[in-house]
């Protein structure tokens, strides 16, 4: 099939952290396909990590929420911008799509567009409209970067890139140099970063993926007082108040950059830290792709299959060995009052960790 594919477009609707597992497919296939044109289509809070991606040539933007908004109003005027979504993806003459959706909510749109194959995930019969699938029942056992490179295996190619790729505009690594040098950090101080929210694609679930935020407070004294360490706390203007609760929990001061950022400065920033320290969610897996040492937080989700990839000494993990978790299983979440795999993780756990993985080479 690789002979007859010259320009393909990759769907995933879903937040940074899976966007960002998307990347290894991206530089496998911009390595592999020779002349490719790589399309993307994402959601309003993802694309300007894919409009940075040099490997990418169009970036689509499908935000459910404004889409449906726009239905609400005026239906006339979501069939228009429907339909020329569609026809500027048919434009740019797609040979095949890899849905990565999970649903059937893009069929219609790659039919309008002209893209007759179709790659994917069949999930509850939810890809019967694919014309090349893989059938599962969830992702288990394996990370989601390892299932979405199975993938390639139907365009005839072998992977080439497993890590997950970032690319930083120069304007906002300098932004970020220059915001750590205005707030009094010197370059050689050990930085470290914090970002006590994340998971914003969860909706208002995520606090369920949330470690408490005075244990976040309690790790960055920690740090702040045995390491001599500076301290920086990340996320996005909507997570103000978890941010400040975190900083008010300690007794020494921090750098708050909480909604001061955009997510590439974000990313900048954490390129300039020896560590973050995370929940599970988008933050992590942006230090990850920054280089940066991590300690992901992993409370009913499976490290396994969506922790930092790929596992390696530079990043730890944090979690509970108790018999209920991961109870994320199956895209779905078992119902749970006491949430003991988060509220059991001490601050002595993490702030260990923290020194172990800032001890890896």
């Known amino acids: 099939m690789q002979n007859n594919i010259k320009n393909i477009l990759i769907?995933?609707?879903?937040?940074?952290?899976?966007?960002?597992?998307?990347?290894?497919?991206?530089?496998?296939?911009?390595?592999?396909?020779?002349?490719?044109?790589?399309?993307?289509?994402?959601?309003?809070?993802?694309?300007?990590?894919?409009?940075?991606?040099?490997?990418?040539?169009?970036?689509?933007?499908?935000?459910?929420?404004?889409?449906?908004?726009?239905?609400?109003?005026?239906?006339?005027g979501y069939i228009k911008k429907f339909f020329a979504l569609a026809k500027d993806i048919r434009d740019k003459k797609f040979d095949a799509v890899i849905d990565l959706s999970l649903t059937r909510e893009y069929w219609f749109l790659c039919f309008l567009a002209g893209i007759r194959e179709?790659?994917?995930?069949?999930?509850?019969?939810?890809?019967?409209?694919?014309?090349?699938?893989?059938e599962i029942k969830g992702y288990s056992g394996k990370h989601v970067i390892e299932y979405y490179l199975e993938l390639l295996r139907f365009i005839g190619i072998e992977p080439v890139h497993k890590g997950i790729s970032l690319y930083v505009p120069r304007q906002d690594k300098?932004?970020?140099r220059d915001f750590l040098k205005t707030n009094?950090?010197?370059?050689?101080?050990?930085?470290?970063?914090?970002?006590?929210?994340?998971?914003?694609s969860?909706?208002?679930?995520?606090?369920?993926?949330?470690?408490?935020?005075?244990?976040?407070?309690?790790?960055?004294?920690r740090l702040i007082e045995e390491l001599g360490a500076k301290v920086i706390v990340l996320g996005s203007d909507a997570e103000a108040g978890i941010c400040e609760k975190a900083a008010n929990a300690m007794r020494n001061r921090v750098l708050m950059a909480c909604g001061k950022t955009t997510l590439l400065r974000s990313a900048a920033l954490m390129s300039l830290c020896g560590l973050v320290i995370a929940n599970d969610g988008g933050p992590l897996h942006l230090a990850v792709a920054a280089g940066?040492?991590?300690?992901?937080?992993?409370g009913p989700v499976d490290e396994k299959v969506y922790g930092q990839y790929p596992p390696a000494g530079r990043h730890k993990?944090?979690?509970?060995?108790?018999?209920?978790?991961?109870?994320?299983?199956?895209?779905?979440?078992?119902?749970?009052?006491?949430?003991?795999?988060?509220?059991?993780?001490?601050?002595?756990?993490?702030?260990?960790?923290?020194?172990?993985?800032?001890?890896?080479?």
């Open 11 to 76: 769907i995933n609707p879903f937040g940074i952290g899976d966007v960002l597992f998307t990347t290894p497919l991206i530089e496998s296939l911009s390595a592999r396909i020779e002349g490719s044109g790589i399309g993307f289509l994402c959601n309003r809070r993802t694309e300007p990590l894919l409009r940075a991606n040099p490997k990418i040539k169009w970036v689509f933007v499908y935000e459910k929420d404004e889409l449906r908004a726009l239905w609400k109003r005026s239906k006339a």
């Open 118 to 134: 179709s790659i994917g995930f069949n999930y509850k019969g939810r890809g019967s409209y694919l014309t090349r699938k893989i």
């Open 174 to 176: 300098e932004w970020a």
């Open 184 to 200: 009094g950090i010197k370059e050689g101080e050990l930085l470290i970063g914090i970002a006590p929210a994340g998971g914003a």
């Open 202 to 221: 969860w909706g208002k679930a995520a606090a369920i993926k949330h470690w408490r935020s005075e244990g976040f407070g309690g790790v960055a004294d």
């Open 292 to 298: 940066t040492r991590t300690v992901g937080i992993f």
């Open 317 to 361: 993990t944090v979690k509970e060995d108790i018999e209920c978790r991961p109870c994320y299983k199956g895209f779905k979440m078992k119902e749970c009052a006491e949430r003991k795999c988060l509220s059991g993780i001490s601050a002595e756990d993490v702030f260990k960790a923290a020194k172990e993985a800032l001890a890896a080479g």
